[in-house]
């Protein structure tokens, strides 16, 4: 018999094992994704997935019902990876430069990346600047929020992702100049 949701997540807060590999199972794909996108290898990525559901069992007697449980659980697991980032890496927030790069980055027409090849990429920024992109781009949030979340000006964090960005388009055509001297 396959349980609801809800009822899973009520089993598991009563600390249900079975419900606890049924909850993992619905929900690990998707949260281990948001890991590797922050995290600067896989190895790190599990780490931070493994904490992160931990803090998800550890907490889900906190979930009410209210809202999306996948919602509650991607914020559980960004939370995890910002704060596992700021514990293993020394942020040092140099950047005061008001200037921010155009809207336009990539010309999507004149590039060929799979899903995998662009999270590599994103992976190799440095720390500072791929945070802010994950915030910006995946989690969707604003660069108030971001500022907020990260302990940063809001001008900092427009220009940490105008920077990625520049950063990105850049190593995005140097993969694809090597790619096609590949197949020549």
């Known amino acids: 018999m396959k349980l609801s949701i809800d009822h899973i997540i009520l089993n598991c807060q009563r600390n249900e094992d ?3 590999r049924e909850l993992y199972q ?6 281990f994704s948001i890991c590797k996108r922050y995290a600067a290898n896989d190895d790190d990525a599990k780490d ?6 931990i803090t998800i069992f550890q907490k889900i007697d906190q979930y009410k019902f209210q809202g999306s449980f996948e919602g509650w659980a991607k914020r559980i697991m960004v939370n995890t990876c910002l704060e596992k980032l700021r514990k293993t890496e020394a942020i040092h927030d140099e950047l005061n430069d008001n ?3 155009g809207e336009e980055w990539i010309d999507e027409e004149a590039y ?5 090849e662009l999270l590599d990429i994103v992976r190799q920024l440095p720390p500072q600047y791929r945070k802010v992109f994950n915030l910006y781009v995946f989690e969707e949030l604003k660069h108030q929020e971001i500022a907020q979340m990260l302990g940063i000006s809001v001008n900092t964090s427009k220009s940490n992702l105008a920077r990625a960005r520049l950063i990105l388009v850049q190593k995005v055509e140097d993969f694809n100049k090597k790619k096609d001297e590949e197949n020549r």
Do not use: D, K, N, R
Request: hydrophobic letters at 40%.
């Open 112 to 116: 060929t990346i799979s899903y995998q």
């Open 99 to 101: 200037t921010i790069a």
């Open 48 to 53: 931070y997935f493994q904490e992160g559901f």
């Open 18 to 20: 079975q419900a606890q």
């Open 26 to 31: 619905l929900y690990s794909h998707v949260l």
